[in-house]
């Protein structure tokens, strides 16, 4: 079975930067992706990682070490509209039993962005 | 910019009652997905649709389930004889490559 891991919350400081880290332990890799979810409403598409290394958008950005099952989004410049859950997302590969391109999703973290 | 569409965006039913919630995934996408999530619990996966069948369903999605795409445009999810644990947020998902695009889900309550 696949395991993800996150923290449940964590709050930040508006104009700050905060790293959400998350731990997975799955078979046949196939990408790690980043969502935002304000309550109630849907997962946003943020990020998606299936190389190692750093990947940067704006003010967001995602690294992945696939030898360590770790990835973090990393917010800068942090504003009170970031205040939201993050959702980590593990793909499988094709062929690879529970594959299928389908995601697996951690439970997010609660991120509160205070004045 | 396209978006995927979902109606309706609450569904109050009594317990043993057929819904039906309707998608329209975006329109040059190829790969369809229903995923739920119970008040304050994490995003399920339920079933994956390509090519007019299901490529792939969890545990969840037992013989209460089935999806359909009708015509061109909708992807419908029905849940035969509803259970109070089917109260969930369900969200279409439809990606073209990598990206997966939730559409607003439905709020299906179960009296």
């Known amino acids: 079975g696949q395991n993800i891991d996150q923290p449940t919350e964590m709050t930040a400081t508006e104009g700050a930067i905060v790293q959400i880290n998350c731990t997975y332990q799955?078979?046949?890799?196939?990408?790690l992706f980043w969502y935002q979810q304000h309550a109630g409403e849907a997962p946003t598409f943020l990020s998606y990682?299936?190389?190692?290394g750093l990947e940067e958008k704006g003010r967001f950005s995602s690294f992945l070490s696939r030898s360590k099952g770790y990835s973090y989004l990393l917010l800068k410049e942090l504003q009170m509209k970031d205040s939201a859950s993050y959702l980590c997302?593990?793909?499988?590969?094709?062929?690879?039993?529970?594959?299928?391109?389908?995601?697996?999703f951690g439970t997010g973290t609660q991120l509160k962005v205070e004045l | 910019e396209p978006e995927v569409t979902q109606t309706p965006s609450h569904q109050v039913t009594q317990m043993g009652q057929e819904v039906i919630l309707r998608c329209v995934p975006i329109?040059?996408?190829?790969?369809f997905y229903w995923y739920r999530q119970i008040l304050g619990q994490k995003v399920e996966f339920l079933v994956s649709?390509?090519?007019?069948?299901?490529?792939?369903k969890s545990e969840i999605f037992d013989d209460q389930f089935s999806v359909e795409r009708p015509d061109g445009s909708n992807f419908t999810l029905k849940i035969r004889s509803t259970k109070l644990e089917d109260s969930a947020m369900y969200f279409c998902?439809?990606?073209?490559?990598?990206?997966?695009?939730f559409g607003p889900g439905t709020r299906l309550t179960v009296l």
């Open positions: 990682n299936v190389l190692d």
């Open positions: 998902a439809s990606r073209s490559y990598n990206e997966q695009f």
């Open positions: 799955t078979s046949g890799f196939n990408g």
């Open positions: 649709f390509y090519n007019n069948e299901i490529s792939e």
């Open positions: 329109s040059n996408h190829l790969y």
């Open positions: 997302a593990v793909r499988l590969a094709l062929g690879v039993t529970g594959g299928g391109n389908k995601l697996t």
